[in-house]
C-alpha cells in the first residue's frame, strides 16, 4: 500500500514539474535528457540483443550434438 501512494506521489510531482506553468518549469530540461539518453539506451539494447543473439546460437548447437548422440 505504502508503494502504491509512493508511487502516485512521485507520478504527480513528475507531471507537475514539467508543466508550463508551474514554478519549476522543468520540461525543457526533461526533453534534453530524453535526447542525449536515447543514444546511449540505444547502445546498451543492441548489446544485449547481441549477447541474446549469440546464446541462443550456442543453445542450438549445444542442442544439435546432444540429438546427434541421442541417434
Not at 526533453?31 to 546464446?55: D, E
Amino acid at each position: 500500500m505504502v508503494s502504491i501512494i509512493l508511487g502516485i506521489i512521485f507520478i504527480a510531482f513528475t507531471v507537475f514539474s514539467v508543466l508550463p506553468c508551474c514554478p519549476l518549469n522543468w520540461g525543457a530540461d526533461v526533453i534534453n535528457f530524453l535526447k542525449g539518453s536515447v543514444p546511449v539506451l540505444a547502445a546498451f539494447i543492441g548489446l544485449i540483443c547481441l549477447f541474446i543473439g549469440a546464446a541462443d546460437i550456442k543453445d542450438k548447437k549445444e542442442a544439435k550434438k546432444e540429438k546427434a548422440k541421442e541417434e
